[in-house]
């Protein structure tokens, strides 16, 4: 038995099926931790995710970006551009089932020592208050105000977190700290920036370089952020290795974190 986590899918399942191969996954026995982004880009998003639907139990994940911008999409609150590969979700006979699954897939998990969520976590939070966060979002994904939510999220102003934050614009916050932090200020105010860490903007700092961050007492798995590649810290594993732009799909295997690549194998649709 072994649990492995993986990184950014995005639709690539040639690459995470060839993975899935070169790690001798077993489903019953071994179980899958995928930070999100399950889904765009690639090109097969509903092939992956009926695969990811079918292993249940064998699978824990959380929802990434991309993952939010299909559950909008299927309500018509966004519009598909050019670069996005869902189409063939939403036009599926089982779109519905589909959506109703995801929705209901949480934003943070947390087993013993390992967390995982898609992008990161404010140097302010707590695990304790991080986990109670994703817990008010989870919430409303799964209840009534679902569309009300995800119409805010994308159409509403992108508001920092700030804890004095109500209703809606507090649960648009916090949604956009768990799946697109990359770099923050110490009172963690977020950029935009999705560049190599190295170019980070004046005044910016990647989320986990903080030496004060209050969420070090448990192994925090993340994804989302492509440029920054691999990279494995003693309380972090940051996995998306950059499949969906034609480099490596990676798993780690959490009992002693050992690393395992395949390269992409996918036809993608990057333009």
């Known amino acids: 038995m072994a649990t492995y986590a993986i990184g950014d899918i995005q639709g690539c399942l040639a690459s995470f099926r060839k993975l899935l191969d070169r790690i001798g996954f077993t489903p019953g026995s071994d179980t899958l931790w995928l930070v999100g982004d399950l889904v765009n880009r690639g090109p097969d998003s509903l092939g992956t995710l009926r695969f990811i639907k ?31 590969t869902i189409q063939d979700i939403l036009s599926a006979p089982d779109c519905f089932d589909l959506i109703e699954w995801l929705r209901r897939q949480p934003l943070l998990h947390r087993e013993e020592s390992f967390l995982m969520v898609h992008a990161g ?7 304790e208050e991080a986990t109670a966060l994703a817990h008010e979002v989870e919430t409303v994904l ?8 995800l119409q805010a999220l994308f159409d509403g102003p992108a508001t920092q977190w700030n804890p004095s934050l109500k209703e809606l614009e507090r649960l648009v916050s916090i949604t956009r700290v768990f799946t ?10 977020m950029s935009s920036f999705s560049g190599s860490p190295d170019n980070t903007p004046v005044g ?23 440029a920054l590649g691999l990279h494995l810290e003693p309380h972090l594993l ?26 992409c194998a996918d036809r993608l649709h990057r333009d």
């Open 54 to 84: 079918s292993l249940g139990t064998s699978v824990r994940l959380v929802l990434g970006n991309h993952d939010l911008f299909l559950l909008a999409a299927a309500e018509d609150i966004t519009t598909l551009r050019p670069k996005d």
């Open 204 to 226: 910016f700092t990647p989320w986990f370089r903080f030496p004060d961050r209050r969420n070090t007492s448990a192994t925090i798995i993340t994804g989302h952020w492509a």
């Open 142 to 149: 799964r209840g009534p105000k679902y569309r009300q939510f």
């Open 180 to 189: 697109r932090l990359r770099t923050c200020t110490p009172t963690g105010e």
């Open 238 to 263: 940051a996995i998306d290795s950059g499949c969906v732009w034609g480099r490596q799909l990676t798993a780690v295997r959490l009992e002693d974190r050992s690393v395992v690549q395949v390269d």
């Open 121 to 127: 976590l404010l140097p302010q939070w707590t695990i």
